[in-house]
């Protein structure tokens, strides 16, 4: 779970990078790369997570609640991951960025989202199943 952090967690500094470099300096490169691995990064840990991590999560007292709702949270993070990707792919192959104040309100949206995700699984699941050893 460490490692799907640290890599989520690099996804999100790319994506702070693209939103700090609107309107005009965002590199088309940074974004194809991005979108490539937007959605498989984010549904290899988030599958992880819910095959491996939640069921031992749960199981915990007032686990399920939590669970149900990271697991909500999972599919709001993978919704916006793609329409995300769709922008940056559009913007990689050459199209201009339209609308660089709603483009920002996504990425940072997104890249929010996963920092507090990520800081509430660190703070308080992986403590719980470390603790059940």
Not at 15 to 31: H, K, T
């Amino acid at each position: 779970m460490k490692r799907a952090h640290v890599r989520m967690l690099a996804l999100c500094h790319m994506l702070e990078g693209i939103a700090d470099d609107l309107p005009s300096r965002v590199d088309r490169f940074q974004c194809l790369a991005v979108a490539a691995d937007l959605l498989p990064v984010l549904r290899e840990c988030h599958r992880f997570e819910e095959e491996t991590v939640f069921p031992a999560f749960a199981r915990l007292q007032c686990g399920e609640d939590i669970v149900a709702r990271l697991k909500v949270e999972h599919l709001e993070d993978d919704c916006a991951a793609a329409d995300l990707s769709e922008v940056l792919l559009a913007h990689g192959h050459g199209r201009p960025i339209e609308n660089p104040e709603a483009l920002g309100y996504m990425l940072r949206a997104l890249f929010e989202s996963m920092r507090r995700h990520i800081a509430f699984e660190r703070d308080h699941v992986l403590p719980g199943i470390l603790g059940q050893r």
